[in-house]
């Protein structure tokens, strides 16, 4: 599995169209402050509750936390689906409230869980169009965002298949094909290795892995808490609309902060405990168990 | 413990929230043809009257009073439009330039007015002393078939699904750029995309609906155990015969041309 | 006594190819069978076979022979069926009938179709609340229940048909660390206290590993491994089958692969 800054990619000729290359022009990526934000819902739910985050550009962040604990609410507020009753959002130090929805998409690109509240077109690859399209993308700029989504997510074969025949897995990939194609410099993915077989989880670890290389902000919602160790190099747990924990996996996984993840109805993952059972340290990966044994004993 | 727990059991108290809930839906029936065909002005006083008086008793005067305010832009066009534009009328309130109000206007409109809101509030009163659950028992302990029974429950529990489901696929086609905030002719490109995945949604739910149902030995044949019995007491029986018995002589003599 | 599959071939109707193209399987009473395979192998086409619901109910053609406890299961009709074999799928919402007001009756739903005398739908149902684990939910209503609580109020429902055999496809897929938990430990509960045999799809390899005796894999309508749970987990075809084996299978696996000698801490630790 690859993980952020352990395989260094060289990068093709600039301009070649390899999928996943770097492309030509990469839109500036903003930096995301959430500012003491809360919400609660008109009939007086409190989903969040003071949270405050400083999201740099680039960054890869994972969010966990029961369902119920605001994860969803909170990532709603980046894109303006949401706005909060309390508080601000900025990107890149300005308001996002006047700003519409649609002209956020083209920032903050949000691939939800459910691949079926959005799939309407006839095939595949008209329902990839859909979003670039809104975003006033066409011709020749269209069918390669096109081609190119449908290779990072593997689905060249189905090009012109039609959505609902697709297994529920790929329909999921299809979704995130077609949020990819948006090309946005935020990447927001919500749950997008729930129902997924181990084929369909190593595309999502590579299609986050190619986007971090990018230099685009890779922002996802997960329960498994192997993908958020590999993958991410930020974890923010939550719980009942607050941020319980915010840091590395080393950290937010160590055993220091297992009192608070059970807290919050979550588990570290196995490499974790593990390397806690053993006095190896922070272990969050197996990578990290393997090489702190390797390290030998003074490390213990 | 074989006891059945008290909130299934427990029938809903108050007048007439306690009444037999097919009683009163023939008790609606009833006061909807009286608002129609006892003459003049009689029926709708007479359907208002008794409306009001058994929402004030059962206390569901503000839900009656809320649905009256909901009523009002419909009640106020049917006005306005009998008042400047009866055919035939011949008697000026006024004279507002080219507009004439006319008095029989005015009698016809608050008449039609009067009917429209008899009728429509003995429907209301119904909706709002009676749950749907209690209404579906009480149909499938007369004999309304189960498949009958499961359309309405599930139809009206799929109402408030169905707009959440809707909002959800409104938010993943705004967050890929399609403008709901914009031009209008912008937003217009927005039925397929919102109404597609509300439709296939349902559709492709069907099927697995069907499964769990066929699960739950949906389709056993049979009479079907009732766990949820309202009360079917003799003042309730009395009261359902003797408006089956209104409603049909109301009719008979409405048809023999006895009443104007 | 056994739900058996032999020599089972199924085409979905209208299909072209057969989702379903040899498969052998036992599931016996007071038994755990995991079933795993990568997306679009048959898993959820086995789900449906087992339980009698293919082709009675979704049609289709299905040639080999299905066998619940002896008797054939198209010579079943679809409430004989559920009463020998209860089905739970993915999605908790769309598994309530929405015609009930508390969870209940949502329970006593499949009793009182059966037409069962009230007393004795009101015992299934506190029994099935209670092997399940919810009595608290009891009064709730069932539209408001979270993903975890739903599937648990579903499973609760199913329960109250007292099925010899379960077959359940993906019931964590859509819940949350605690849900899953919770789902896993009740099914185990209830293998042991009722003594049901069950069929268990997942891709969530660890909740096997925890509670399933035996695991089938399948690879393109056909059964590509079986045996018993933990061998199977640790097998490395598992892999290019598309299925993730275990947490604890794969940390051994890297540890051993990068040459680091193996010890009895370690493997106590990796547990």
Not at chain 1, 108 to 119: K, M, T
Not at chain 1, 287 to 293: H, Q, W
Not at chain 2, 64 to 91: E, H, Q, Y
Not at chain 2, 120 to 140: E, G, H, M, N, Q
Request: charged residues 20%; glycine residues 10%; proline residues 7%.
């Amino acid at each position: 599995m690859t993980s952020p800054g352990s395989n260094p990619r060289v990068p093709p000729a600039p301009g070649s169209n390899v999928p996943g290359s770097i492309p030509r022009v990469l839109p500036h990526v903003p930096s995301i402050e959430v500012e003491a934000v809360s919400f609660a819902y008109p009939e007086g739910t409190r989903a969040l509750t003071d949270v405050s985050l400083r999201i740099e550009p680039g960054e890869t962040l994972a969010i966990v936390g029961q369902n119920g604990s605001g994860k969803s609410t909170l990532v709603r507020h980046l894109n303006g689906l949401l706005r909060p009753t309390g508080g601000r959002v900025l990107l890149d130090g300005a308001d996002v409230r006047p700003v519409h929805v649609a002209h956020l998409a083209a920032r903050v690109g949000l691939a939800f869980q459910n691949p079926d509240r959005q799939l309407f077109a006839g095939h595949v690859s008209a329902e990839i169009e859909f979003g670039p399209r809104n975003l006033g993308i066409r011709g020749a700029e269209l069918a390669e965002r096109v081609a190119l989504a449908l290779a990072a997510v593997g689905l060249e074969s189905v090009a012109t298949a039609n959505p609902y025949d697709l297994g529920y897995s790929r329909r999921k990939l299809l979704a995130l094909a077609s949020v990819l194609a948006m090309r946005t410099p935020v990447l927001i993915l919500d749950e997008p290795t729930t129902g997924q077989d181990a084929r369909g989880v190593a595309r999502v670890q590579d299609v986050v892995a190619r986007a971090a290389a990018e230099g685009r902000t890779v922002i996802a919602i997960s329960h498994d808490m192997r993908f958020v160790a590999e993958c991410f190099r930020r974890v923010v747990v939550m719980r009942a609309g607050r941020v319980a924990l915010d840091g590395p996996p080393s950290a937010v996984f160590a055993e220091a902060a297992w009192p608070e993840l059970r807290a919050s109805y979550l588990e570290p993952p196995l490499p974790a405990v593990a390397g806690a059972r053993l006095g190896l340290g922070a272990t969050p990966t197996g990578g990290a168990v393997v090489a702190a044994l390797a390290a030998g004993p003074r490390n213990r | 413990m074989t006891r059945l727990p008290d909130y299934v059991v427990r029938r809903p108290s108050g007048f007439y929230r306690s009444t037999n809930p097919g009683t009163k839906l023939v008790v609606a029936a009833l006061e909807v043809l009286a608002a129609f065909l006892l003459p003049g002005w009689i029926g709708p006083a007479v359907v208002l009257a008794a409306v009001l008086a058994t929402a004030a008793v059962a206390r569901r005067l503000r839900g009656l009073a809320t649905f009256g305010l909901a009523a009002s832009p419909i009640v106020g066009s049917i006005l306005l439009v009998n008042l400047f534009l009866l055919p035939g009328a011949s008697d000026p309130i006024a004279r507002l330039g080219p507009l004439a109000p006319t008095w029989s206007g005015l009698w016809f409109g608050l008449q039609t007015v009067a009917r429209l809101l008899a009728f429509s509030s003995a429907i209301a009163l119904v909706y709002l002393t009676t749950t749907v659950d209690d209404l579906l028992a009480d149909l499938s302990r007369r004999g309304l078939g189960r498949r009958a029974i499961f359309v309405v429950g599930a139809a009206v529990q799929m109402v408030p699904l169905t707009i959440e489901r809707a909002g959800e696929i409104l938010d993943a086609q705004r967050a890929r750029g399609m403008d709901t905030e914009g031009r209008i002719w912008r937003r217009a490109r927005g039925v397929l995309p919102l109404a597609g995945p509300v439709v296939f949604g349902a559709l492709t739910e069907v099927e697995e609906r069907t499964m769990a149902l066929e699960a739950r030995a949906f389709s056993a044949p049979g009479r079907k155990t009732l766990l949820r019995v309202p009360r079917n007491g003799r003042i309730d029986r009395f009261l359902l015969w003797a408006a089956l018995l209104a409603l049909v002589a109301l009719v008979g003599i409405r048809v023999a041309g006895r009443l104007g | 006594m056994a739900i058996e599959l032999s020599a089972v071939r199924y085409r979905y109707a209208g299909a072209s190819v057969f989702a379903l193209r040899s498969i052998d399987l036992r599931l016996e009473p007071g038994r755990v069978v995991g079933v795993v395979g990568a997306n679009e192998a048959g898993k959820s086409t086995v789900c449906l076979v087992a339980a009698g619901l293919a082709p009675g109910v979704v049609g289709g053609l299905l040639e080999g022979s299905v066998r619940i406890d002896g008797v054939e299961t198209a010579t079943l009709r679809p409430h004989e069926l559920a009463q020998r074999c209860g089905l739970l799928f993915q999605n908790a919402a769309t598994q309530l009938s929405n015609t009930t007001a508390t969870v209940f009756e949502e329970v006593g739903f499949g009793p009182c179709n059966l037409g069962l005398p009230v007393a004795e739908v009101g015992d299934r149902a506190w029994w099935a609340l209670g092997t399940v684990g919810i009595e608290k939910l009891a009064p709730r209503d069932p539209a408001r229940l979270s993903g975890g609580e739903g599937q648990l109020v579903a499973l609760a429902a199913v329960l109250a048909l007292r099925p010899k055999y379960l077959v359940l496809d993906e019931p964590t897929s859509e819940l949350d660390p605690a849900g899953t938990s919770l789902v896993a430990e009740a099914l185990g509960r209830v293998a042991r206290e009722t003594g049901a045999g069950i069929l268990l799809v997942e891709h969530k390899t660890d909740v096997l590993a925890r509670i399933a005796d035996e695991v089938v894999v399948l690879e393109r309508g056909a059964v590509a491994l079986a045996g018993a749970a933990a061998p199977t987990l640790a097998d490395p075809r598992l892999a290019e089958l598309g299925v993730e084996p275990p947490a604890a299978v794969k940390l051994e696996r890297m540890v051993r692969e990068a040459g680091i000698e193996w010890s009895a801490a370690l493997a106590e630790a990796i547990r």
